[in-house]
């Protein structure tokens, strides 16, 4: 069970979220600006936090800024009516991990909420499971129905990446930034050269597959 706190000045609004959290089957907290809802962390535990934008004595952007400053990782998504790109640029420099824009639709709400629940899981365990297999990042480690492997560096490093965002599309260049690093004189078919290994190395993994999106990149897909 999640406890999430809905940081909201909107009684209606706030009411209304609480509503649709909780038919999800989350454990909701309210508070009805950003000073409210600091005290209120103090006091709870809390897996993350639905915050708004405009509201009286700490907006939300404050809000964020002060969490961050604070070392904190909490997940927070911005849920508000303002909607300019330099809007949304500002809510992320002050630390949210997701934006949506008012009137939000209820089914991609919860979608989002719930990956970045999972995102912050795999941050904070840094294991990814799906199915039977395991990735464990500590010891850079795959096990597969009880049998552990460890794969080359990149390889892991690569699979790691790709299946804690499974449906989201890498492009090359992406990959090669993060796993390579930007500074790197390798080529982009390095990429597929290690993913082609992977595939090799799991062609018999009934959990999950790698799959090229053409003229865009990489993808991991979850079959269970």
Not at 153 to 171: C, D, N, R, V, W
Not at 175 to 190: K, P, V, Y
Request: with cysteine; net charge negative; charged share 30%.
């Amino acid at each position: 069970m999640f406890n999430i706190m809905v940081v909201e000045d909107d009684p209606i609004q706030r009411r209304l979220m609480q509503a649709v959290l909780g038919r999800a089957g989350y454990t909701v907290h309210t508070a009805a600006n950003g000073v409210e809802g600091l005290e209120l962390l103090d006091e709870q535990h809390v897996d993350l936090v639905v915050l708004d934008v405009m509201m009286p004595e700490m907006d939300g952007y404050e809000f964020a800024r002060t969490l961050r400053q604070g070392n904190s990782t909490l997940p927070i998504l911005m849920v508000t009516a303002k909607q300019t790109h330099r809007d949304k640029k500002e809510g992320f420099l002050a630390g949210t991990d997701d934006y949506m824009t008012k009137p939000v639709d209820e089914e991609e709400l919860l979608w989002r909420i719930t990956a970045l629940l999972r995102r912050s899981r795999i941050a904070s365990e840094k294991k990814i499971s799906v199915g039977s297999t395991v990735l464990d990042y500590s010891g850079m480690t795959v096990t597969e129905k009880g049998v552990r492997s460890e794969p080359p560096q990149k390889e892991f490093l690569l699979l790691f990446k790709l299946l804690s965002y499974p449906g989201q599309i890498f492009t090359r260049r992406q990959l090669m930034d993060e796993i390579w690093a930007m500074d790197c004189d390798t080529d982009e078919r390095t990429v597929d050269v290690h993913v082609n290994r992977l595939r090799d190395r799991f062609r018999g993994n009934e959990d999950f597959e790698i799959v090229t999106v053409r003229g865009l990149g990489y993808k991991a897909v979850y079959l269970k």
